[in-house]
């Protein structure tokens, strides 16, 4: 292996390190990424969404703060492995000679098989969360509208989820006033009016001329005071449709890519710890050199011996012509 199969050898190793050094890449960008996604769905979660959800009925199997709080606290961790990777990966190309180098990164390989299994489990926490989304948001809202006048916490988390949204009810408006959760007196008679939260201008004094008015019915229909979309199909589009969807996809994704990833990366182990040491390459040549020696005293070797049979037998017509392809004059 001197010197073209050693370079030619060397380039084949490097060439798969370095593709497992980008899947390894990938992957780390791809959890800042999910990260990034998950802080806001805390966020939003702990601000507009965990006290309608904490008082729903069914419950959901985990909380979108809990959920959130997995997803950022496994791609962390795993971030910080990747990056630790990133020190022991290069150092491949010396496994063989050096014992601690391939303990440690025979460690950073099953940790990366380990923490697969993670990726695995956010697919699945995904979705049973987003269809848990999907079947009960509108429940959770008219829970929460019923709510609305006697729980404080329900009252400023459904405010806060309409006005971020732009939204207002379950489907519509039109549902706080079938409700009948709030009663106002005005010109004697009782005028059910949607909360300031759903007002499409933000503008309470707006609101609420149009909401003491006689004709409000009117004045809804004709003005729009109101925001017209409900909150849960939006909901179930922002959350259910798109943050806890394409979380779980790209989880999924993300497994098989790990996978691969140190599949790949065993293959550098085995093959480092399996490859035979090295031959210097003067030593190899030197080899070489004496094995040609020894082929061609072989050769003088045989040559001399059939010389010495052919004059122990010189009447002997088959070794006088072999030998004669030997010699430069037949004998006599």
Not at 155 to 160: E, I, P, V
Not at 190 to 196: A, S, Y
Request: hydrophobic letters at 40%.
């Amino acid at each position: 292996m001197c010197p073209k199969q050693k370079k030619t050898q060397a380039n084949r190793k490097y060439a798969i390190v370095y593709i497992y050094i980008i899947l390894c890449l990938i992957l780390l960008i791809y959890s800042i990424v999910i990260i990034a996604v998950s802080v806001n769905l805390l966020l939003v979660s702990l601000d507009k969404f965990e006290p309608l959800f904490r008082n729903s009925d069914p419950q959901p199997p985990l909380s979108l703060v809990q959920t959130a709080s997995f997803i950022i606290g496994f791609n962390f961790v795993n971030s910080c492995l990747l990056l630790w990777g990133f020190s022991v990966i290069p150092k491949t190309s010396n496994l063989d000679s050096n014992k601690k180098k391939t303990k440690q990164y025979f460690v950073f390989v099953l940790l990366c098989l380990t923490f697969s299994l993670g990726y695995l489990a956010i697919f699945v926490v995904c979705i049973i969360h987003r269809l848990y989304i999907m079947e009960n948001t509108g429940s959770i809202l008219v829970y929460a509208m019923k709510h609305y006048s006697v729980d404080s916490s329900m009252k400023n988390t459904l405010d806060k989820l309409q006005i971020y949204y732009s939204c207002c009810g379950d489907v519509g408006y039109s549902d706080w006033i079938l409700l009948s959760h709030r009663t106002q007196n005005t010109y004697k008679k009782k005028v059910i009016i949607p909360p300031f939260s759903c007002c499409s201008n933000r503008d309470i004094d707006v609101c609420s001329k149009n909401a003491f008015s006689k004709t409000l019915t009117k004045m809804i229909n004709e003005n729009m005071v109101w925001n017209i979309n409900g909150c849960s199909e939006i909901i179930r589009n922002a959350f259910g449709n798109w943050q806890l969807f394409l979380i779980g996809i790209t989880s999924l994704m993300a497994f098989f890519l790990q996978v691969v990833a140190n599949v790949i990366g065993l293959m550098i182990y085995c093959n480092a710890e399996n490859q035979p040491p090295a031959l210097d390459c003067n030593l190899e040549m030197e080899i070489l050199s004496s094995e040609d020696d020894d082929r061609n005293n072989f050769v003088h070797r045989t040559i001399s011996e059939r010389r010495y049979d052919w004059k122990n037998n010189c009447y002997d017509e088959s070794n006088v012509l072999g030998y004669c392809s030997i010699l430069s004059t037949p004998p006599e």
